[in-house]
């Protein structure tokens, strides 16, 4: 079946503009993450959610990101006034259940700040 | 918090074998993930030990030291498609997040 699958697959924005990205979790996996990748950083945590609820949002940089689940579905990450250290790749990534089971990533958006 | 380590890169060449550790410093989780990333690609699956000791899968192997906060990624009959970076990652937070190592950049050569 479809993987995991994000869009855009690029996006360059300008410092102080706010970006969303989306995310498409395979069809019945009800966890859903979102992760970080900057060059030369391993992955860095940043959300999940059970269904469309995010218990553990401490993984957010600031509060210019958010980050919401509709549906049990689609899931969307907001930057609002974009930084340049916000420039990196952002991973979605779901599972069938939370708890261990194994995470199932998507290709990432490459996020660049100017 | 949770102390992952990898070397960052390592050489190896066609046909032979290689072992990449992964070291950490941490306890009460369940298991240890393996992945590979492909330059400018997903992350991809690769292996999840929840017990201790080897598990094997065709010409991948990972070994699992719980007491030791140690595992080892063993890839056999190198191939020039395994020049991938490796990722060992910790479930945490209750099993609901992974926190990786930075991973280690393999190069196979001829």
């Known amino acids: 079946g479809a993987g995991v699958s994000q869009s855009p697959s690029n996006k360059v924005t300008e410092k102080g503009k706010d970006v969303e990205l989306r995310c498409d979790p395979i069809?019945?996996?009800?966890?859903l993450y979102w992760y970080r990748q900057s060059l030369g950083q391993g992955l860095e945590f940043l959300i999940y959610?059970?269904?469309?609820?995010?218990?553990?949002k401490s993984g957010l940089p600031s509060d210019r990101f958010s980050a919401e689940r509709t549906g049990g579905s689609v899931s969307t990450l907001t930057i609002q006034r974009t930084q340049q250290e916000d420039s990196a790749v952002y991973l979605c990534?779901?599972?069938?259940?939370?708890?261990?089971?194994?995470?199932?990533f998507g290709p990432g958006t490459r996020l660049t700040v100017l | 918090g949770q102390n992952i380590d990898q070397p960052t890169e390592m050489t190896a060449t066609e046909g032979a074998i290689v072992q990449i550790n992964c070291t950490y410093q941490?306890?009460?989780?369940?298991?240890l993930f393996w992945y590979q990333q492909h330059a400018g690609e997903a992350p991809t699956f690769l292996s999840y030990?929840?017990?201790?000791g080897l598990e094997e899968k065709g010409r991948f192997s990972s070994f699992l030291s719980r007491s030791k906060g140690y595992s080892y990624l063993l890839l056999k009959e190198l191939q020039m498609k395994d020049s991938a970076s490796y990722l060992c990652?910790?479930?945490?937070?209750?099993?609901?997040?992974?926190?990786f190592g930075t991973g280690t950049q393999l190069k196979v050569e001829l």
């Open positions: 990534a779901s599972s069938f259940r939370l708890d261990t089971d194994t995470q199932y």
């Open positions: 941490t306890s009460g989780f369940n298991g």
């Open positions: 069809s019945g996996h009800t966890a």
């Open positions: 990652a910790l479930p945490t937070g209750g099993g609901n997040k992974l926190t």
């Open positions: 959610f059970q269904g469309n609820s995010a218990p553990d």
């Open positions: 030990n929840v017990l201790d």
